[in-house]
């Protein structure tokens, strides 16, 4: 063996040991991907819109409360869409005191326009607009973060998606209840505490009886489910006035954990942090004999009455089963989702298909690389053998590629691998049809073998940088298991560059090296 | 052993009737995909709902069909892999724009009226629900990803080769992309995300053909210098007919392997490789070559007369592939 052929035969086995390296053992260095374990792909939107209404609306609401602080009646103020509210009817003589109200109360995020006879709209400004959009779908990513981690489930994927910028990927491998992993993740989990005004009274009617059919300003109505036998039938609606501000937010929590309330049945129970505990202890101090609505994504759940000053502790009761109720102070203690989630995608494969679809891949990655290796062998005879070793090669570097960029195998990914094969025996019969065409001219073997190799490495080149391209834009179009395949297909182009001019001719000089006169088997 | 032994077929005389056949499938395939109103899209692309369960015995497709028939819109109900396996795929049409959580709202009526018709025992193999937006999306993406892979193919030839090689490949590209679409028309596949995934890869495939030709005309036309355009190229086409037939042969059987044991999942992919693979060596032998001859027309004519010196402006060879 030459110094030369030494060092050659050298690399080829240190690469060969990386890879292997790399991707053994297999079960836990190749990441297989949700069609092949099983598991949840969900991609979710966040309804930024809500974002910005709640801002405009607090916005609105710092406006009239102002206002009526200093005795300004003015006809109206209505939200007018998520970004937008107006005032109307501001009077003649109060105009340079509300417009200095509204610039102290709106000028930082707000543009003010003017309209007749007093009417204003205000516009939430565009880049303050962006920066509230940004801001909700990143709460969102890492309030369901949170969630999935309490969830328990083994490397989940949770990460923006799409170009709008407020798309949410959330991919959760292996999970078994895939309908309690959706409920989790999207329940809003928005909890107010808020001092009821009115009722519980049967119909919305009779609710507003009091206040003249209309909702007093500062007030909303809620409803929720009858707990007191208000209209004498079970699971009936009830419906509560309630101050618009909420005494107490999901924000003001410190812990929430299941528990049992006084008649043994499954609850909720919260602890505040400071600032919340101090918050309760006065609106509770100032208000006890009242009724506390516990709201819970815009729904009473219970309406307790305050019996005493209450600081840093308290209990949400309903009809909860177990589960739920250990499932409510999950996502409490993962605090609220900014803004409401849509529901764009789902993809769920059960574990039995993910294990047959191993299977099918496996089976047919072993007949393809046979009928392959047979007919490599039955017509190139002794380079058969050659082309099988660096296909072979191939594949195994290209499984330790895979691990070690911690790529994700899918079914099409499987089919990559299959293409793979295709593309190594490409390159070698290229390759093999060229040295039989230098001998057929009267070349010696080695000879042959040389301006076989140099001849096709161009056209090896190009053919491999044309695949890649492709390969590269299938990526990027990919989703989940496209990618796998765009993946496995890139790496096993470049890998095979290297397995079928280097490794293939190494093959073959090592062959014709001991003899001078050799014949070559091909 | 070898296939072709000095293999010397005229394969240009036959351009215009390779051509002729081509146009024919094509249109062919066409004509049928507008009849039926295009091609059908997969879950993917048009959204809605399919779900796919599995009884713990056998299930008449009618009886499931029966026991979903109050879901309104045109459903599909068939079995799903083999007989043995007790499986029934339930596909439901796009039930209208996202809002909050109402794209599931399908799935979960399967289950119910499934569960309700008392079929016996099953469970949920998978599910897929694509809303408008995401359908929209791939839409969108995939025809983005055909396209900008086709450009960029098409600079690097023009770089590496001559521009009216690289049109003859991009032709021979879209042939087999259309061919393909065609018989998927005939076979009554759908479109879905892997079968785009197979186009894209048969783009690959076919000018990695179509490459392998052009190369060897590249280093002909050096030795070759006072043959007209059209002999080099049919040359070409003979010297590289070995290793055509045998790589799709070799690949064609590891595409078949996927298409007989890769199961329900791959079988679109595998079938449109298969269909590729075919039409990609066919149209690198007929298409391709035919394609750059009839559009470099006027220089080959000029090169028959005036000899290889007015044919050096075009483009230069590759030095690196002389000195070797």
């Known amino acids: 063996m030459t110094k030369n052929l030494r060092w050659k035969a050298l690399t080829i086995l240190a690469v060969l040991v990386l890879a292997v390296v790399a991707f053994w053992p297999p079960a836990e260095k190749v990441r297989l991907g949700l069609d092949l374990k099983g598991g949840v792909h969900l991609v979710l939107r966040v309804q930024t819109d809500d974002a910005l209404k709640v801002e405009t609306e607090s916005a609105a609401e710092r406006v009239r409360e102002e206002l009526a602080r200093r005795n300004i009646v003015v006809q109206s103020i209505a939200p007018d869409g998520p970004t937008r509210f107006r005032v109307a009817g501001v009077p003649g003589g109060q105009d340079a005191e509300f417009r200095q109200i509204a610039d102290e109360q709106t000028s930082a995020a707000f543009n003010r326009q003017s309209g007749a006879g007093g009417a204003y709209a205000f516009e939430l400004k565009p880049n303050i607009a962006v920066q509230l959009r940004d801001e909700a779908v990143k709460q969102a990513l890492q309030t369901i973060e949170r969630r999935v981690n309490e969830l328990g489930v083994a490397e989940p994927i949770v990460a923006p998606h799409g170009m709008a910028g407020d798309q949410i990927l959330v991919q959760l491998p292996g999970v078994s209840d895939v309908n309690r992993a959706k409920e989790i993740i999207r329940s809003t989990a928005l909890l107010e505490l808020k ?31 009858d707990e007191r036998g208000v209209t004498g039938e079970a699971g009936a609606t009830v419906y509560y006035l309630v101050r618009h501000v909420a005494a107490i937010t999901g924000r003001d929590l410190r812990n929430a954990r299941q528990t049992l309330d006084e008649n043994n049945r499954p609850a909720v129970g919260f602890s505040l942090n400071q600032e919340g505990a101090r918050k309760f202890g006065r609106v509770t101090g100032e208000n006890v004999g009242r009724l506390l609505a516990i709201i819970l994504d815009g729904r009473v759940q219970s309406a307790p009455r305050i019996d005493s000053r209450i600081t840093d502790e308290g209990r949400i009761t309903g009809t909860f089963t177990p589960e739920e109720a250990a499932d409510l102070s999950l996502v409490l203690r993962s605090g609220a989702l900014p803004a409401s989630l849509t529901y764009l995608e789902e993809r769920t494969v059960g574990p039995t298909l993910g294990a047959d679809s191993v299977r099918a891949g496996v089976l047919a990655s072993l007949t393809g690389l046979g009928l392959v290796a047979i007919f490599m062998l039955v017509y190139y005879k002794l380079a058969g053998v050659n082309a099988i070793l660096s296909v072979a090669m191939n594949l195994i570097i290209l499984l330790g590629f895979m691990a070690y960029v911690d790529a994700v195998m899918t079914l099409p990914g499987v089919a990559g691998f299959i293409l793979t094969i295709g593309m190594g025996v490409d390159s070698n019969v290229l390759i093999f049809e060229r040295i039989k065409e230098e001998m057929a001219g009267g070349k010696s073997a080695r000879a042959a073998v040389a301006a076989g190799f140099d001849r096709v490495f161009l056209t090896i080149l190009d053919t491999h940088v044309a695949s890649l391209i492709a390969a590269g834009f299938l990526f990027q179009f990919g989703t989940g298991p496209i990618r796998g395949f765009a993946t496995t297909l890139f790496f096993g182009l470049l890998s095979n560059v290297f397995t079928a001019v280097f490794v293939s001719r190494t093959l073959f000089e090592a062959y014709l090296g001991k003899r001078q006169q050799a014949a070559l088997s091909i | ?85 007790n499986e029934v795929l339930v596909r439901l049409p796009q039930a209208g724009a996202e809002q909050g959580f109402s794209l599931e709202e399908g799935a979960k009526q399967v289950l119910a009226l499934v569960q309700k018709a008392n079929l016996g025992k099953f469970e949920v193999v998978s599910t897929e629900v694509v809303g408008p937006v995401i359908g929209a999306d791939l839409q969108r993406k995939g025809i983005y990803a055909t396209v900008a892979s086709i450009i960029g193919i098409t600079i690097y030839i023009a770089l590496r080769f001559r521009f009216t090689f690289a049109v003859g490949a991009i032709v021979a590209t879209f042939h087999d992309i259309l061919v393909t679409l065609a018989f998927l028309s005939f076979f009554g596949y759908e479109l879905s995300l892997n079968v785009v995934a197979a186009i894209l890869t048969i783009t690959g495939y076919s000018v990695n053909d179509t490459i392998v030709i052009f190369d060897r005309v590249r280093e002909n036309f050096r030795t070759m210098r006072r043959d007209s355009l059209a002999h080099v190229v049919n040359t070409s ?80 060879p590759s030095r690196k592939a002389r000195a070797s």
């Open chain 2, 1 to 85: 052993m070898q296939i072709f032994t000095n293999a010397n077929f005229d394969f240009l005389r036959w351009r215009w009737h390779a051509i002729a056949l081509s146009v024919v499938v094509v249109l062919a395939g066409a004509g049928l995909m507008v009849s039926r109103g295009g091609l059908p899209l997969g879950v993917d692309f048009s959204g809605g709902t399919v779900v796919v369960l599995k009884f713990d015995r056998p299930v008449p497709e009618d009886a499931v069909r029966a026991a979903v028939a109050s879901i309104p819109g045109d459903k599909v109900v068939q079995q799903y892999g083999e007989a043995s396996a």
């Open chain 2, 237 to 316: 086409v003979n010297q590289t007919l070995g290793r055509t037939v045998i790589t799709a042969g070799t690949t064609f059987l590891a595409v078949l392997a996927l298409y007989v044991f890769g199961g329900e999942v791959l079988e679109g992919f595998a079938f449109t490789m298969l269909v590729g693979i075919v039409s990609g060596t066919y149209s690198t032998v007929f298409i391709a070559s035919a394609i750059a001859i009839i559009l470099s027309g006027r220089q080959a004519l000029a090169r028959a007369e005036t000899g290889p010196a007015a044919q050096s402006g075009q483009k230069k």
């Open chain 1, 195 to 225: 001092l009821v005004e009115q009722g519980p009274a049967p119909t919305r009617e009779a609710l507003l009886a009091a206040t003249g059919g209309n909702v007093p300003a500062g007030m909303e109505v809620v409803s929720g489910v």
